[in-house]
Nanobody
Framework: QVQLKESGGGLVQPGGSLRLSCAVS????????MGWYRQAPGKQRDLVAS???????TYADFVKGRYTISRDNARNTVYLQIDSLIPDDTADYYC????????WGQGTQVTVSS
């Protein structure tokens, strides 16, 4: 059974940085796509970024160069570096793995506030 566990969220001041991690356990294949969504209060869940096993990345337009996704295939871990945080980045961030079905983590909360 595939399980995902996010970490790294928290309360950050505007302009700060965070690095979210998502460790995946269970049987996943090297070709699985991994990535992150986020859901702000009262809003729909939006794709933030994704990355293939070959390292090809895709970002949402609203990322505007402040987000960097990466993965460590040997450790089945995907990361999301967020720089220059703004209040609009406040949301629950969910990682996922897609290999046929999609598996989700429980989410990690990011709050950007002074």
């Amino acid at each position: 059974q595939v399980q995902l566990k996010e970490s790294g969220g928290g309360l950050v001041q505007p302009g700060g940085s965070l690095r979210l991690s998502c460790a995946v356990s269970g049987s996943i294949f090297s070709f699985a796509v991994m990535g992150w969504y986020r859901q702000a209060p009262g809003k729909q869940r939006d794709l933030v970024a994704s990355i293939t096993s070959a390292g090809k990345t895709t970002y949402a337009d609203f990322v505007k160069g402040r987000y960097t996704i990466s993965r460590d295939n040997a450790r089945n871990t995907v990361y999301l570096q967020i720089d220059s945080l703004i209040p609009d980045d406040t949301a629950d961030y969910y990682c996922y793995v897609r290999q046929g079905p999609t598996y989700w983590g429980q989410g990690t909360q990011v709050t950007v506030s002074s």
